[in-house]
């Protein structure tokens, strides 16, 4: 099969065999095909798109250009939650002892961040000495022996998507709604885990800015995910403002720690209460999402969750005493207030924005390379509907001692005001769970 072909079809907007796209990635991963022809399918499929059996033989493409975890020693269900990336989202640190003080197994591979913020892997660091490599094996002991464990991805799953990823990233192909979705799922499939949860995120902190485009992402991952044998749950949650108060990766641990004590934020715990309510649900340890829910919610207020983290932290040798005395987490030089220029309410906190105004201070890389301040970053006093006086503080910039004026003007920009009340959009905009949970069982909520 020639590559040149392959191309040529899609730029006619025609459609492809199991073959063509199975051949399409062994080129382009013995080098057979250029980065330069990959790229042109690449812009060819974001223009003319991929239908469902192209971007599942896609999906599975990566699943076989790759290792597989192996979880079966893990000793009992095992849980994985994936967020398609948000200003503030930190869940996944409160979710995997949330989940596992609820019985259920939690294996978490995660990324650096490369946009405006750091990834989970960045901001579990601000923890000193927490370990954020662990080896196949100690990885799988971890969640055998504590329920849970978190470790930076390897390159050794789905490396195929990997390598196109890099691609998408440098030639404006990265939104197109198949190949996210071949992208995502491949590496969840990877990671070997019985249940997946998906939390889509839109708006104008997301991938997703619309509604309707979450709902299609969401459509589609279920869907390639049932014709590759695996039930997905999905859940649509709204990035228009940030998640919780804080951005940057020491205020991301506190705020956890906090949320963890059963102290908030509302939205921040709301969201992990029904990540994980699905999560419990898909591994068939509740029946109903509202049991779920009031479990984990439980568990918040009696400490148990935190008692929970404290042991992760432990295991991956991080500093318990950071999560007692928050001044031994990474700090900034100084802390910048950015008074109200208007009274009324809240309208709209601009997520992107915020999260250029965090990078600029340091919270997020430049390249793949670079460093990252883990003591910077942005925590809001204010969120979509609050009241607001004329001087009163909006925004805290932790930050060095460079000059950050910039960064407080574009901080600025991201607040719009009304002189009515405001109602905050609904967080959580539709849950759709799998069908199966993982004891086999029909799944009726
Ligand atoms: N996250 C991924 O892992 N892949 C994409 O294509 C987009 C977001």
Known sequence: MNIIEIIDKKRRGLTHSEEEVAALVQMMESGKAHDYQISAWLMAACINGLNMDETTWLTQAFVNSGKKMDLSEAGGVVVDKHSTGGVGDKTTL?????????????????????????????????????????????????????????????????????????????????????????????????????????????????????????????????????????????????????????????????????????????????????????????????????????????????GSALAKFKELVKAQKGDVAALDDFSLLPQPDRVLMLPSTEAGYIANIDALEVAKSAKMVGAGRLSKESGINLGVGVLLRKKVGDKVKMGETLV??????????????????????????????????????????????????
Do not use: W
Not at 225 to 231: H, M, Y
Not at 421 to 426: E, F, H, L, N, S
């Open 94 to 302: 409160a979710l995997l002892p949330m989940l596992a003080t609820a019985g259920v197994k939690v294996a978490k591979l995660s990324g650096r961040g490369l946009g405006f913020t750091g990834g989970t892997i960045d901001k579990l660091e601000a923890i000193p000495n927490f370990k954020t490599s662990l080896s196949g094996i100690e990885f799988v002991e971890q969640i055998q022996k504590l329920g849970m464990a978190i470790s930076s991805q390897t390159a050794d799953l789905a490396p195929a998507d990997g390598k196109m990823y890099a691609l998408r990233d440098v030639t404006a192909t990265v939104a197109s709604i198949p190949l996210i979705a071949a992208s995502v799922i491949s590496k969840k499939i990877a990671a070997g885990a019985d249940v997946i949860v998906l939390d889509i995120k839109y708006g104008a902190g997301a991938f997703m800015g619309t509604l309707e485009e979450a709902k299609n992402l969401a459509f589609t991952c279920r869907e390639v995910g049932k014709r590759l044998g695996k039930s997905i749950s999905t859940v649509i949650s709204a990035m228009n403002q940030p998640l919780g108060y804080a951005i940057g990766h020491s205020l991301e641990v506190m705020e956890i720690v906090n949320l963890l004590k059963g102290k908030g934020p509302q939205d921040l715990e709301d969201l992990c209460v029904r990540l994980g309510g699905v999560s419990l649900v898909g591994a068939g340890t509740y029946a109903t999402l509202e049991e779920a829910e009031t479990r984990l919610r439980q568990e918040l207020y009696d």
């Open 396 to 445: 805290e910039l932790y930050a060095d001692d460079h000059d950050h004026r910039e960064a407080l003007q574009v901080l600025k920009n991201a607040f719009t005001f009304s002189p009515e009340p405001v109602t905050a959009p609904p967080l959580i905009e539709e849950v759709l769970m799998g069908d199966v949970c993982a004891k086999g069982l029909k799944i009726s909520v």
